[in-house]
């Protein structure tokens, strides 16, 4: 029976480079000269987050800045990022704010998809399984089009579809 995979799961190698790449332009840009401005990416198996670092709202602005406009750069989707998390005091006059990275399709949106997959209509079965959703379907094209309805549909998350088999 064909079947794929629904996931959310950026790319860690490029989600890397782009902070290597934004904490080298941090480095070099003058406006920065004598600040403790950095991103950090921490990496705990499955939750990553990045940590951004400044001595100003103004500078964490700009950090933000950086690290978005080099995600962007790298075909990192942005929208894997949770932005809304609050900034934090860090000691004396430093800011830093963490910024979680969404990996896995969390339990709602798995019911989400479900649910927007049985309203459908189309002939296929989805099941969750752990941080997936698994799509299963008799045929090749109804697969398909539940590829593309799920594109429609969900626009805030990034998924992507991986081990299509037939």
Do not use: C, W, Y
């Amino acid at each position: 029976m064909p079947s794929f995979d629904t996931v959310l799961q950026p790319d860690a190698v490029e989600l890397r480079n782009a902070v290597d790449q934004s904490n080298k332009e941090i480095a070099t840009r003058f406006d920065f000269k004598g600040s403790d401005a950095r991103v950090e990416l921490i990496d705990k198996g499955k939750e990553r987050s990045l940590l951004l670092h400044a001595d100003s709202d103004f500078q964490l602005g700009q950090v933000r800045d950086i690290v978005l406009g080099k995600l962007a750069k790298r075909g990192v989707d942005v929208r894997f990022l949770d932005l809304g998390a609050k900034v934090e005091k860090a000691g004396g006059d430093k800011l830093r704010q963490p910024v979680p990275v969404k990996v896995g399709v969390d339990a709602a949106t798995g019911k989400r998809i479900q649910q927007l997959l049985k309203g459908s209509k189309l002939k296929v079965q989805a099941a969750i399984q752990g941080d997936a959703v698994r799509i299963s379907g008799a045929k090749r094209d109804d697969l398909q089009a539940a590829i593309a309805l799920l594109k429609r549909e969900i626009t805030e998350l990034p998924l992507g579809f991986d081990n299509f088999r037939d």
